[in-house]
């Protein structure tokens, strides 16, 4: 089975432009998860879903932030407008039945904005 | 902070050496789990060690956790170049609803 997939693997942008990344979490999989990564800050939750829902949204930064997640097969996270201190790598995972389960992540997004 | 503190932040050994890291953590969990992420790539889970289980192999790893202490440790034997990587813990906490990841050691391999 292939793993979770995202894209695009590299995104460069100007300050102001609106950034879609995307994901396909691994099939039966019940909760999707978005993290980003920076030398200062580590790795953090910035939002996750269950069964297409999302639960708990407290890590997204600001309201500049967004996630949906459409159906079981595919979620995005859109920045608008993005910033410089947005760039990080943004990954995405996702994991089967239970909230506490290994989570499964993808490769994810280089995002550098200029 | 409820994250998993690891220790130490970075670890340099020769091949063919053991490599141990540790992780502690706050209050009581549900479960512990260790991933390794190689440069460029994302988190993979290596184990996972319940609250009432005191040892877990897998391979060449051997994780164990000691829940008086608050504490776990991860000890890859016979370390080769391929293990070069950061390895990160993350308890979930009892009562919880997310796993908290640490900031990670990272292991350097010398060939």
């Known amino acids: 089975d292939a793993g979770v997939i995202q894209s695009p693997r590299h995104e460069v942008t100007e300050m102001g432009q609106e950034v879609t990344l995307r994901c396909k979490p691994i099939?039966?999989?019940?909760?999707l998860f978005w993290y980003r990564q920076t030398m200062m800050r580590g790795l953090e939750l910035l939002i996750y879903?269950?069964?297409?829902?999302?639960?708990?949204d407290s890590g997204m930064p600001e309201d500049r932030f967004s996630a949906k997640m459409p159906n079981a097969s595919f979620s995005t996270l859109k920045i608008q407008p993005s910033e410089p201190r947005d760039s990080a790598v943004y990954f995405c995972?996702?994991?089967?039945?239970?909230?506490?389960?290994?989570?499964?992540f993808g490769d994810g997004t280089r995002l550098s904005i200029l | 902070s409820q994250q998993g503190e690891e220790d130490p932040q970075a670890l340099s050994i020769q091949e063919g050496e053991n490599a141990t890291m540790n992780c502690s953590y706050k209050?009581?969990?549900?479960?512990l789990q260790w991933y390794r992420q190689n440069s460029g790539r994302g988190l993979v889970h290596l184990i996972l060690?319940?609250?009432?289980?005191r040892e877990k192999h897998s391979g060449r790893l051997r994780v164990t956790l000691d829940t008086s202490k608050k504490s776990s440790s991860l000890l890859i034997t016979a370390s080769r170049a391929a293990d070069t990587a950061s390895y990160f813990c993350a308890p979930f906490y009892t009562g919880g609803f997310k796993t908290i990841f640490g900031a990670g050691t990272r292991l350097f391999v010398k060939a």
């Open positions: 879903f269950n069964n297409n829902v999302p639960i708990d």
């Open positions: 099939s039966g999989h019940d909760y």
């Open positions: 209050t009581s969990i549900n479960n």
């Open positions: 060690i319940r609250s009432n289980e």
């Open positions: 995972a996702s994991s089967f039945q239970q909230i506490n389960q290994p989570q499964h």
